[in-house]
């Protein structure tokens, strides 16, 4: 079955560049989610999309955008890095009409800024 | 207030052993999904379980099992005949149907010992 798919897997940046990681969801998936995950930490809810429009947000710095496009696919953009933002950034997708809405998770870009 | 509380930071367990990992939860909402993601150190989030509030039956996925008790707001992760490939961190997850984001409890690093 296809999974969420995302690029890059690895990412390394130098304080103040900027960043664009990228989604795919799972075909049919309604709606998209992006979390951030620190070192033993849960994940950190940043912002979703329904349908291609923003739905609910979450802990996103000002730094951060996000959008989805015509084709469902997603970007996370992120400007002024900072060395704290280096985290583990998931993308997940569900269903939301379906019965669970289950959130499925791509394997993640992991962010190291230097 | 919406809260997962999983208070079993760490737990060893012998392989081929039956482990439970706790979780707890609070919510004033009548609606809502409960699921378990395990995460390996590779860091990928796998969705293992999903039960709803209404649902009469525990949920049950292979080796994994959901024990619920909704007055006792608790909805435990059963995993029979452990395997070293179980050594992961284990999230408990919640979404309230008043809210589409997932809330998470704090994890529990589950080792198994051959």
């Known amino acids: ?114 | 207030a919406q809260k997962i509380t999983q208070t079993q930071p760490g737990m060893f367990v012998q392989e081929k052993e039956a482990v439970t990992l706790d979780c707890t939860y609070d919510t004033s909402d009548q609606s809502y999904g409960l699921f378990w993601y395990k995460q390996p150190s590779s860091g990928e989030m796998i969705f293992l379980i999903y039960q709803g509030s209404y649902d009469e039956q525990n949920a049950t996925e292979g080796r994994y099992s959901l024990n619920f008790q909704k007055a006792r707001k608790s909805a435990n992760l059963v995993i029979s005949a452990s395997q070293l490939g179980d050594s992961a961190m284990y999230f408990c997850a919640m979404r309230p149907d008043s809210n589409y984001q997932l809330i998470w409890g704090a994890g529990t690093k589950l080792i198994i010992k051959p």
């Not at chain 1, 992006?34 to 329904?50: A, E, H, T």
């Not at chain 1, 955008?65 to 280096?86: K, R, T, V």
């Open chain 1, 1 to 114: 079955a296809a999974g969420v798919i995302q690029s890059p897997r690895h990412l390394i940046k130098e304080k103040r560049e900027t960043a664009t990681l990228k989604c795919y969801p799972i075909p049919r998936h309604d709606t998209v989610y992006w979390y951030q995950q620190g070192p033993g930490q849960d994940p950190q809810f940043l912002i979703s999309f329904y349908e291609k429009m923003q739905s609910d947000k979450g802990s996103i710095p000002d730094r951060f955008s996000a959008q989805q496009f015509s084709d469902y696919h997603s970007e996370l953009n992120m400007s002024s890095l900072e060395l704290g933002d280096s985290a583990l950034y998931f993308c997940a997708s569900s269903l939301r009409q379906g019965r669970a809405d289950t959130q499925y998770f791509g394997p993640g870009t992991r962010l190291t800024v230097l």
